[in-house]
């Protein structure tokens, strides 16, 4: 069966659905009890500030750096490797 320009797959518009019923449910419950919604808020956001106190915490502990920001995973040098003049390998 070929699929018109422009349509979703059957698997995407099922989670389509359901991810629309599930924002609809839970907009209900935030409207009904606001109270609940806001303690799910600030539960969430101190487990994400934790983490975050944590990682930094142990950073300036060992005085790594964030090597994920720093240099790249692919092990391609960085701009602070590359000599100027110096001849440049193809892509």
Do not use: C, Q
């Not at 720093?70 to 602070?80: E, F, K």
């Amino acid at each position: 069966m070929a699929e018109e320009r422009g349509t979703l797959p059957a698997w995407a518009r099922v989670l389509a659905i359901v991810v629309g019923v599930i924002s609809i449910g839970a907009s209900v419950i935030v409207l009904l009890f606001p109270y609940v919604a806001l303690l799910t808020l600030v539960i969430l956001l101190g487990i994400a500030l934790l983490f975050i106190g944590v990682e930094r915490l142990i950073n300036g502990i060992t005085g790594h750096s964030y090597a994920w920001v720093t240099a790249p995973a692919t092990g391609s040098p960085t701009l602070s490797d590359k000599t100027p003049g110096a001849p440049t390998s193809p892509p």
